[in-house]
T-cell receptor, first 113, second 112 residues
Framework: QQQVKQSPQSLIVQKGGISIINCAYENTAFDYFPWYQQFPGKGPALLIAIRPDVSEKKEGRFTISFNKSAKQFSLHIMDSQPGDSATYFCAARRNTNAGKSTFGDGTTLTVKP | DAGITQSPRYKITETGRQVTLMCHQTWSHSYMFWYRQDLGHGLRLIYYSAAADITDKGEVPDGYVVSRSKTENFPLTLESATRSQTSVYFC???????????FGQGTRLTVV
C-alpha cells in the first residue's frame, strides 16, 4: 500500500515557467510534509516543509500548497531555472519520527534553457 | 570535515557474499537511518537507530543487519547478498526524533 502518491513522474518546463508537482497521502496521522531535492549522485536534501496547520508556505521561488481535507499537497517552483533540474520527492511522516518518512516515487524535473 | 559520509561509494559483489556498507557522522546526532532507493521509486527505510545499541526495523528490513556500538557509526550488513538488493543505499542522521534528517551521498551496490 503506497501511502504517498506523487505525480507526474517526469516534468519538462521551459526556463521561467512554473513547475508543479503533486502529492496525495492516505494516513491522516501524518503531520509533517517535507519536499526533498536530489541532484544526480547526491543524497536528498530538504528543500521546504509544511505542517497541516497552514495552507501555504513560501520560501523564495518554492511554495508548498496544502489541502488537508483532500489530503493533497503540491510544490510550485516559480520562474524555474535550469539549475532547478533535479529529482524532487515529497514525503510525509509523523513529526515525532524524523527518519520514518514515507516518500513518494519522485519527479524528475528538467528545465530547458 | 563535519557531516555524514558513506563508504564505499560504489560496490560490486556476488550473490551470496556478505557485504557491509559503512556510515559515519560527525555531528553526534542521536538518530541514524538506512534507506534504499530503487529506480523510479522513492526511499524506503531499512533500519533506524535512536541511540547507540538501540536499533529498530523499518519498512524493508529482510536480508539486512545493522549495529550501532558507537554513536557516530551505523554499518549496514547484507548477510547473503541477492540481486534484488541491487540498489542505491543512503544513510541519514538527525539530531532528535523530530528533527530533520541529513543524508549522505549514497552507496551504489550492484549484486551480480
Amino acid at each position: 500500500q503506497q501511502q504517498v502518491k506523487q505525480s507526474p513522474q517526469s516534468l519538462i518546463v521551459q526556463k521561467g515557467g512554473i513547475s508543479i508537482i503533486n502529492c496525495a497521502y492516505e494516513n491522516t496521522a501524518f503531520d509533517y510534509f517535507p519536499w526533498y531535492q536530489q541532484f544526480p549522485g547526491k543524497g536528498p536534501a530538504l528543500l521546504i516543509a509544511i505542517r497541516p496547520d497552514v495552507s501555504e508556505k513560501k520560501e523564495g521561488r518554492f511554495t508548498i500548497s496544502f489541502n488537508k481535507s483532500a489530503k493533497q499537497f503540491s510544490l510550485h517552483i516559480m520562474d524555474s531555472q535550469p539549475g532547478d533540474s533535479a529529482t524532487y520527492f515529497c514525503a510525509a511522516r509523523r513529526n515525532t519520527n524524523a527518519g520514518k518518512s514515507t516518500f513518494g516515487d519522485g519527479t524528475t524535473l528538467t528545465v530547458k534553457p | 570535515d563535519a557531516g555524514i559520509t558513506q563508504s564505499p561509494r560504489y560496490k560490486i559483489t556476488e550473490t551470496g557474499r556478505q557485504v557491509t556498507l559503512m556510515c559515519h557522522q560527525t555531528w553526534s546526532h542521536s538518530y541514524m537511518f538506512w534507506y534504499r532507493q530503487d529506480l523510479g521509486h522513492g526511499l524506503r527505510l531499512i533500519y533506524y537507530s535512536a541511540a547507540a545499541d538501540i536499533t529498530d526495523k523499518g519498512e524493508v528490513p529482510d536480508g539486512y543487519v545493522v549495529s550501532r556500538s558507537k554513536t557516530e557509526n551505523f554499518p549496514l550488513t547484507l548477510e547473503s547478498a541477492t540481486r534484488s538488493q541491487t540498489s542505491v543505499y543512503f544513510c541519514a542522521s538527525s539530531e532528535e526524533g523530530w528533527a530533520e534528517a541529513f543524508f549522505g551521498q549514497g552507496t551504489r551496490l550492484t549484486v551480480v
